[in-house]
Structures are given as C-alpha cells and as structure tokens.
C-alpha cells in the first residue's frame, strides 16, 4: 500500500525551508503522497528516506522510455487527471506501422513518409517518433532484414511487433542497440519475453484482453523483474478503447493501483479500416489518455492535425509559448528595411512574421522577451513599456543593420510613443495598425 502523507513526513528533513516550492514539510508530504510533487525537489532529505520513499514519490504512471539519445521518446509519468489540475507532463508518441510482409517498394514510401512528415508551429518542430516493425511472415530473416532497413532509415525508437519470442530475437539481434519496445508479452510467452527484456534492458508491452488479465499479467513482468512496462488491453471498439484508457488512468492516480500504473498503447487502425476514422479514433485516444499511438499508415492530411492537437494539449497550461528575444530578418532585408517591433508571444510573432511575408516586403522584425505574454497584457504588467524597450532596441544590434532610425511599434503600445521617443531620442518612432492583418498595406505605403 502506498505510503500516506504523515508517514512520509516522519521521513522528511522536517526544517520547512520552503526550497521545495511548498511552504512546510507537511505540506510537501502530502502532496508527495498524492502523487503531485517529485521527492527531488527536497534538497535535504537523506539517502536512507530517499530509498523508502521512492515508491512513494514516483509518478503513479510510470516513466517509460523507448529509444535512445535525443530521439528518445519519453511517456508515462503523468501525475493529473486533467490538464488543468497541473499539466500532462510527456506528449503520446506516434508511430508508423510497417510490415515484413509489405512489397519493398511500400516499405521505402513508408520510410520516407515518416522522414518527410515535419511540420514547424510556434517554433517547434512537430513530427512522429516511433516505426512499429510487425513481423507478419513468421521468417526470421525476413524479419531481421526489415528491422535492419527501419533502422538505417530512422534515427527515432523501434517499437518490434510479434507474438513469437523467436522472432523478436531476431530483430533485437539487429536493433538492441536502440532499445527498442518489444511487443507484446502474453501469458503465453511470459518467461522467454522476460528473459529478452532483462538480457537487453528493454520496455515491454503486456497484452492481455480486459483489465483484470491485463492487472495479473503486469503483476507477473513486475515480480520478474520488468518494471519497464506498456499496457495494452486489446479493446475491440472505440467505445472499449475509451473506457480502458480512462479507467486505466483513474486506477492508478486515483486507487494507487500499481499493477496499472503504466503508460498505454493503442493501434486505431484495428478499430476502424476507414483512414479518417482511424484518424479520428487517434485524436480521442491523444486526449483520453494513450501513451503511444500506432497508426496503420501516414497521411499528411490527418497526421497533421493529430500532432497539432497533441501539442496543445500538451502544452503547459501555466507557461506561455514562447519566441527567443533577436533580430529577425523576413524576406532578404537590406540595410533600408522597415524595423517593427513586437513581443515574444509565440502566436503574435508567427502572426505578424506570416503578415509580413504576405505583404512581400522585406523587413527586420524585433522579438522583445515579455515572458511570453501577448502585447497589451506584457503592455499592463510592466513588460512591455518605453523603459524596456528603449534598452533592447540599444543592445540587441539592429543599429549596426540599417541606415534609418525609424521603429514601429505596435499599435495597441501608441500610448508609449512618446516616451519611446524619449528614451530612443536619435529614432523616429512610428505607430503601425492594431491588427497584425493590416500590416502588409501599411508596409506597401511606408515604401511607396
């Protein structure tokens, strides 16, 4: 049973620092308990309560990683129901299913899907991580060769695809290296996928049909020695899908029920044959709650929109999206270019930069750091005004790019014109529109 909150305050430092960002011992204890703070965050307490205490202070879902390097793709360690509670802390990975049975011609299309579908929105990257590698010929070698092309063709994680143990020897003889998922083990072929994780340090996927199978057989990978593990309860409907993610989830943060507390996986396309469906299926499952999502094959018309939607909902509700403060240059400016200003909310910046592109005049665009805020709320907290713009306009070397001395500023910052004047007394300060979807008649008659 997991520990409650005063029994892990008996095993805390109890000097109510505040260094955890919780005002007293007590309070951290219990939210420890809750699953809602990490024990790293006490700086004090002692390598004896660390180890009693670590059951305690892990995630309830389990933090699970598949891959390597900076292609590993990390889920699980979700400590929330909703989003709003705190925040969904590791984004569900999307994977790409390709089969040893498929012609080699499918199979290098497929590849080269994966490698091309990266999109960039708000200064991120968005793109699918994982290849699942199916073996459908029950050929070893076949099997290996596929696993081997996957791997030279794909620097992401591996998830390998098979009943058979055998098989999934095979490909691990050529990808062990990359740590890669190994699906699925059953209560049939427990002992041999038990022997091939623990010999290679590899997560798994448990897959029974039903949560109470699906419970007993986590409790088995665990007492061998596998705790690195994956569920999938082979639901056989949408509806199904939707309940198991749900009650897997409240299981483990709501009951502390351990032999569920792990990140799942989900395969869309065995619930519907309709692309758009599975699409569909694929976007509920982003939200409610799958850990990875395998999908039967990439379109950029749905898998787009998938990973659009997982960004959002995966974004910190508490932190802003944020552009890096610089010098922007759209369209090849040269040393004559308009210079407009505005505020490193990730959202105005790509407004404003796709208002210039459009207008087809070549401009340098200043990013200001408001903490991410937009311009009238950094305008009101402070973040915003001529005594802080003045000093970045001076410092960040846009002075040494152009002949003129002309900024324009936003127009919702006008109030702030004269006293940017002050502080920039040698520049000539000008108002441009409100709205950014002015900006490129603005621009044509500034040049014209």
Known sequence: MPLTGIEIFKMLPKTN????????????????ATGKAELAACPYVSEEAKAKLDTASAPPVRLITVGIGDQALKVGGETVMFRHEKRFENPPGLALLISDTMESAEIEARLERFK???????GLILRPELIAARADSGRADRYASLVDQVKQNNPGGIILMSDDPELLAAGLEVCADRKPLLYAATAENL???????????????????????????????????????VLDSEPGTMRQAFEDQVIIRSAALNKKFRPLGFPTIAFPGKLSADPLKEAVIA?????KY?????????????????????MNIYTDPQRPLATTEGIYKIGG???????????????????????????????????????GLSVLTAWASGKFGADTIGPFVKRCGISELIAHR????????????GELEEELSDW?????????AHLPAYLRTLIS
């Open 17 to 32: 620092c505040g260094e955890c960002g919780v005002p007293t011992c007590l309070a951290f204890a219990m939210k420890l």
């Open 116 to 122: 091309q579908f990266q999109y960039e929105r708000v």
């Open 191 to 229: 002992d041999r996928l038990v022997d091939l994780a623990k010999a290679n340090s590899c997560p798994v996927v448990a897959k029974a049909s039903g949560l109470e199978k699906l419970a007993e057989l986590t409790n088995k990978l665990t007492a061998a020695g596998v705790k690195d593990l």
């Open 283 to 287: 976007a509920a499952l982003v939200a």
């Open 290 to 310: 799958g850990g990875i999502i395998v999908l039967s094959d990439f379109q950029g018309h749905s898998l787009f929109p998938l990973l659009l939607a997982r």
């Open 333 to 371: 400016p040269d040393e004559k270019a308009p210079v407009l200003l505005t505020c490193n909310f990730s959202l105005a910046y790509f407004i404003v930069s796709g208002e210039v592109e459009a207008s087809k005049v070549p401009c340098y665009l200043l990013i200001k750091d408001t903490a």
């Open 406 to 417: 002309k900024l324009i500023i936003p127009g919702y910052l006008a109030a702030e014109r």
């Open 428 to 436: 000539e300060i000008l108002v441009g529109p409100r709205e950014a």
